[in-house]
Structures are given as structure tokens and as C-alpha cells.
């Protein structure tokens, strides 16, 4: 069965095809012709034969009801997708099991994300009333930052025909943006000489004496155990005057550098253990994952461990408009800077917030 498409679409799908784009589901039937560059784009487009800079309604092959910019930008989001897939396949997304992420709709400055504990539930009397419940919300805020800049298409990229540049911008995009959240996930087990941001009751997210989240043992087997007997019995966050029963939840998770990542893996992942003809269940057996590395690590002896934030989240990733970052094409075929400086300008940007919502899923060892 043949697809009947309008030229708009033929020239997307094949812009698509160009760039090395996976195709909208609406366009994978068709077959367009090939496009030999962005070259030839630019001039189907526009009409701009001359280089001159603009559109010519005269010399366009097509009127579409989308300019050559808005194309452009389709195309590029779904290559910023397809990137940011593909280094999550690779690990650069490692911080992924490690937050919670919250979409908000505005900007201001983020409160009240978790919500405390109730202790028990009281009991009720028959006939008698109901009671408030203590709730207490966490006092921890995050400031939203935004992150980007802008790329320039120029007209003598589009005349020397530079495809191949065309299609790294989205991916490079994509892997500084990754870099970005990265950086600022890591900072929170990094910063401070390793103890992390001062958090509202004015101690660092890893300390000793209030938080009892803050170890100096090399990583090893009676370590990972400690560490997670350290997150079971944090007590929860309840209101004044309630009494506080324990997290009661083990560490999941542990984060390293590079050099202990077979360290890690050789404490979590072993199936069985083998001793004088007898095998015994490995008891701190973790999931295949449990061991994530982390690139911010700079010292090759420092470990943290995490509970499952899905069950207590320690670390909020805010996002405004997406945890991916957006492509923005400011500029139409007819004005902007493609007159004023003979370049389409392609803007990235990135509203994201990171902080610790509560310390106590987190554990962090700053071994000497």
C-alpha cells in the first residue's frame, strides 16, 4: 500500500534520513528522495540560491507551512533523544537510580518536596472524633539553575554543504547536558572535602555526631554492612514530639570511583561463596546495577551508599521543562540573524534543580 504524504512531509523524513534521525512514527512508511546535504536543504527550502541570506518565495521548491528553522529543530530534538539514549546504554545517565525525579510547573524556589512521617496511627474510640495527624514537610529547598547556550548555523556551514557538523551538534548537546546533571549529582557527595552541601538544620549532609551518616572505612565487606546498618537505623523525619521509628531499609546502592568498581562488584554480585567444598549463599548479595561508578569522584578510595529512593528519597532532580534539554531555533527563514549575521541560531536549555531532601537514605565513607 502506497502513503500519500504532502511535500512538507517528504522533505522532513528525508532530513530525518540526513541526519541520522530515527523518523516520527507518522513518517516511517514514506520513501523520499535523498538528500545529497544541507546543501541542497537550505536551497529547497528557502530558495536562497544565491547565499544571500533569507527566503525567496520565487526560487523555493515548496511552501510548507514549516520553515527550514522548525525542521531543523525537529529533527535535532529527536537526535538529542536518541543521544541521551544511547549514553544511558553506556552509563552516563548513572544517576538515574540514584534521585527522584519531580516535573514543577514554574520556577520558584522548590519547598516542601517530601513529606514527614506518621508514627503510628492512633487509635478511635467508637462514636469518638478523629485527630489531626503531625505531619511535618521537609524544611530542605533547591534553587533552579539554567544551563545552555546557543550554536550558529551559518550560512557558509549550509553553502560548504558541513552535514557532518550538523549532525554532531545534537549529540554533543546531549553528552554536556548529561555532564551537567552529572556534575551537579556528584557535587553532593563531593563537595565540602567530600561531605556534601550544608543542608537547613546548618550541618553538612555527611556528618557524624547529628546525622550518624558519615564513615572512614575502606570499602570491604564489614564496611558495605556498617554502612548499611548506619541507613536501617536513621531515625524518620516525624513532627515535634512524636517519636520516631526507624528508617528500617538497607542500603541498596553503592557508589564508587572507578578503581573500586570491581571492589564493589566482587562484594555485591557473587552469586555464592566458595570455602572447603562448601557453598553458601552470598548474603549481601545486590542486583546486577547495585554497583554504579561515578565520574565526579576524584579520590580513588571514597564510597557512598544509597537506599532505594523509591522507597526514601534522598536526592531530588527538579525539572522545568524536561530533564532532557530543549533545542530552540530563534530565528524564522525571513528574519532574525539570518539577515543580520547570514547564521540560523540553535539555543539548548536546561532548567534543572538537584539538592538533598533528606540525608538519611544517604551514607558516605571519606577514607583517609
Not at 512531509?9 to 512514527?25: E, K
Not at 561508578?293 to 578510595?301: G, K, L, R, V
Request: some cysteine; proline content about 5%; glycine content about 8%.
Amino acid at each position: 500500500m502506497s502513503v500519500i504524504a504532502n511535500p512538507e512531509d517528504q522533505v522532513n523524513a528525508a532530513l530525518h534520513d540526513l541526519l541520522g534521525a530515527a523518523r516520527p512514527r507518522e513518517l516511517e512508511g514514506l520513501q523520499p528522495a535523498r538528500l545529497s546535504g544541507i546543501r541542497e536543504l537550505y536551497t529547497l527550502m528557502t530558495g536562497d540560491m544565491g547565499f544571500t541570506g533569507g527566503y525567496h518565495r520565487e526560487h523555493a521548491q515548496f511552501a510548507a507551512t514549516s520553515n527550514l528553522p522548525g525542521l531543523l529543530k525537529n529533527a535535532m530534538n529527536k537526535l538529542i533523544l536518541d543521544q541521551w539514549q544511547e549514553l544511558g546504554r553506556s552509563g552516563y545517565r548513572w544517576w538515574e537510580p540514584l534521585v527522584q525525579v519531580e516535573h514543577f510547573n514554574n520556577l520558584q524556589e522548590i519547598t516542601g518536596v517530601l513529606v514527614g512521617e506518621v508514627t503510628v496511627l492512633p487509635s478511635v474510640s467508637e462514636g469518638a472524633a478523629y485527630t489531626e495527624l503531625a505531619v511535618k514537610d521537609s524544611a530542605e529547598t533547591g534553587s533552579w539553575g539554567k544551563y545552555g547556550g546557543y550554536v550558529g548555523l551559518t550560512l557558509e556551514m549550509f553553502e560548504r554543504d558541513e552535514t557532518h557538523k550538523l549532525r554532531q551538534y545534537p549529540r554533543k548537546l546531549a553528552s554536556a547536558a548529561l555532564r551537567r546533571i552529572s556534575a551537579l549529582v556528584g557535587a553532593i557527595f563531593t563537595s565540602n572535602n567530600g561531605v556534601g552541601p550544608v543542608m537547613s538544620d546548618t550541618y553538612n549532609v555527611f556528618e557524624s555526631a547529628h546525622h550518624a551518616n558519615l564513615g572512614t572505612s575502606a570499602l570491604s565487606s564489614a564496611a558495605w554492612e556498617a554502612a548499611g546498618k548506619a541507613i536501617y537505623n536513621q531515625p524518620m523525619a516525624v513532627a515535634s514530639g512524636g517519636s520516631a521509628p526507624k528508617l528500617a531499609l538497607d542500603a541498596r546502592y553503592l557508589l564508587v570511583p572507578r578503581d573500586l568498581r570491581l571492589t564493589g562488584m566482587n562484594i555485591l554480585y557473587p552469586s555464592f561463596a566458595h570455602e572447603s567444598n562448601i557453598f553458601a549463599e552470598n548474603m549481601q548479595k545486590g542486583q546486577m546495577g547495585d554497583v554504579i561508578t561515578c565520574p565526579e569522584f576524584s579520590d580513588a578510595n571514597d564510597w557512598a551508599a544509597l537506599a532505594d529512593p523509591r522507597l526514601a528519597p534522598g536526592i531530588i532532580l527538579g525539572e522545568r521543562f524536561g530533564v532532557l534539554p530543549e533545542i530552540i531555533i530563534a530565528d524564522s527563514g525571513a528574519n532574525g540573524a539570518l539577515f543580520t549575521n547570514d547564521e540560523i541560531r540553535m539555543k539548548v536549555r536546561h532548567w534543572v534543580s538537584v539538592f538533598v531532601a533528606d540525608y538519611r537514605p544517604l551514607y558516605k565513607a571519606n577514607v583517609a
